[in-house]
T-cell receptor, first 113, second 116 residues
Framework: AQSVTQLGSHVSVSEGALVLLRCNYSSSVPPYLFWYVQYPNQGLQLLLK??????LVKGINGFEAEFKKSETSFHLTKPSAHMSDAAEYFCAVSLQGAQKLVFGQGTRLTINP | NAGVTQTPKFRVLKTGQSMTLLCAQD?????MYWYRQDPGMGLRLIHYSVGEGTTAKGEVPDGYNVSRLKKQNFLLGLESAAPSQTSVYFC???????????????FGPGTRLTVL
């Protein structure tokens, strides 16, 4: 069965600094991978997804993630943090033929002025 | 398009009361899901449906029932609410038309439920 581990339940960065949110997955076959963002008191929105095409995936709001099979990782990055990036971020995995996603525990991102 | 909508947005119940949460989607999606979100535990799947008239158990189904009588609606029921069911509940849907399941899920805004 596949699983997802997000390292760090809370990450804090300064405005303008690099954002790095870590996600590792376990799967015996190539997975589909997703990053979702949840702003306060809202539902989840898709940031980006990897579906076996390019390993570097660009998403909305300047975020991108790189699929590294050898490291079983799908870390989310943004070169320069904005105050509006403060939210909770979820990594999720699914497999070909599966009918559902498995979510990580989430990482709360705080941006310091 | 309204996307995925959830009714109600907030609800307070007493222990032992029952209620039904309604999820509706206007995107003609085949798959629908109910999750609960608790601090530090991410999203946990309660039940899901891959089509009208079909449902399946997720990770935490106990104490909940669901029905999918119409393709656009997915109902989550609590027959006898317990304080442990205090949570934020999210509904989601996915497209799987023509046998192409995209795996991408679209989420509703959530229902905040408190059981006293």
């Amino acid at each position: 069965a596949q699983s997802v581990t997000q390292l760090g339940s809370h990450v804090s960065v300064s405005e303008g600094a690099l954002v790095l949110l870590r996600c590792n997955y376990s799967s015996s076959v190539p997975p589909y991978l997703f990053w979702y963002v949840q702003y306060p008191n809202q539902g989840l929105q898709l940031l980006l997804k990897y579906t076996s095409a390019a390993t570097l995936v660009k998403g909305i709001n300047g975020f991108e993630a790189e699929f590294k099979k050898s490291e079983t990782s799908f870390h989310l990055t943004k070169p320069s943090a904005h105050m509006s990036d403060a939210a909770e971020y979820f990594c999720a995995v699914s497999l070909q033929g599966a009918q559902k996603l498995v979510f990580g525990q989430g990482t709360r991102l705080t941006i310091n002025p | 398009n309204a996307g995925v909508t959830q009714t109600p947005k907030f609800r307070v119940l007493k222990t032992g009361q029952s209620m039904t949460l309604l999820c509706a989607q206007d995107m003609n999606h085949e798959y629908m899901y109910w999750y609960r979100q608790d601090p530090g535990m991410g999203l946990r799947l309660i039940h899901y449906s891959v089509g009208e008239g079909t449902t399946a158990k997720g990770e935490v189904p106990d104490g909940y029932n669901v029905s999918r009588l119409k393709k656009q609606n997915f109902l989550l029921g609590l027959e006898s609410a317990a304080p442990s069911q205090t949570s934020v509940y999210f509904c989601a849907s996915s497209y799987a038309g023509g046998g192409l399941f995209t795996h991408e899920q679209f989420f509703g805004p959530g229902t905040r439920l408190t059981v006293l």
